[in-house]
């Protein structure tokens, strides 16, 4: 019985039965501990790993020895998870706040899931369905899309005016008459207020230009 009890003494201190523990480590581990040191800092002093201090300690106050690996991961993920709630809970907050000045509810949502927040997480913090939040974002999707193509439109349209004031100064310079050539850049596209610009006129006389050509 006693050589069975000797054994499984063994396989509980298999971790930490090593010739650096001795009655002074294990007094200066005790002291470092009841001073509230952490143990990085005791393992510095000590001249040995974080790890190695966890498992004699667990130890010396009788615990089982666990896996510290498995415990370092529960930890990390705790940790994560709460750098996680912390990032959320700044993101619903200043979402929160731009809604009370006036901002659109889709408009917050759209932002706050730019930052990183998930549609779950803003279902559940604004009290709605995870469909709803699904709409915003196909509906923010398809409005970004919309200024896509509208963006892309102006440029067009500028560089076709550009085109258009560029044929219209070098018609002038080969002497076609003013009214004729405002006629051309009017029948290619130009707006008003473009031909306008090119030739030092209102809109509106341009327009009277073009109505008088027409009788």
Request: charged share 30%; proline share 4%; aromatic share 4%.
């Amino acid at each position: 019985m006693r050589g069975k009890k000797e054994s499984s003494s063994a396989i509980v201190n298999r971790y930490t039965s090593s010739a650096f523990w001795t009655p002074e480590t294990d007094g200066l581990l005790r002291k470092l501990e009841t001073a509230g040191v952490p143990v990085k800092k005791i393992a510095v002093r000590l001249g040995i790993t974080p790890r190695s201090v966890k498992r004699r300690s667990r130890h010396l106050r009788g615990l089982p020895p666990v896996n510290l690996d498995r415990e370092e991961m529960r930890l990390q993920a705790e940790r994560l998870r709460a750098e996680k709630t912390h990032r959320l809970n700044g993101i619903f907050k200043t979402m929160r706040t731009a809604m009370a000045r006036g901002e659109p509810r889709d408009a917050a949502i759209m932002r706050a899931l730019n930052q990183g927040a998930g549609p779950q997480a803003l279902a559940d913090e604004l009290g709605v369905s995870r469909q709803l939040v699904y709409r915003v974002i196909w509906q923010g999707a398809t409005a970004q899309e919309l200024r896509i193509r509208a963006k892309r439109r102006r440029e067009q349209q500028r560089r076709e005016n550009k085109a258009i004031a560029e044929a219209v100064r070098a018609a002038i310079s080969r002497g076609v008459p003013r009214d004729t050539a405002i006629a051309r850049a009017r029948k290619a596209g130009a707006t008003y207020a473009e031909i306008g610009k090119q030739f030092g006129l209102t809109r509106q006389r341009v327009h009277q230009i073009l109505l008088m050509l027409q009788e």
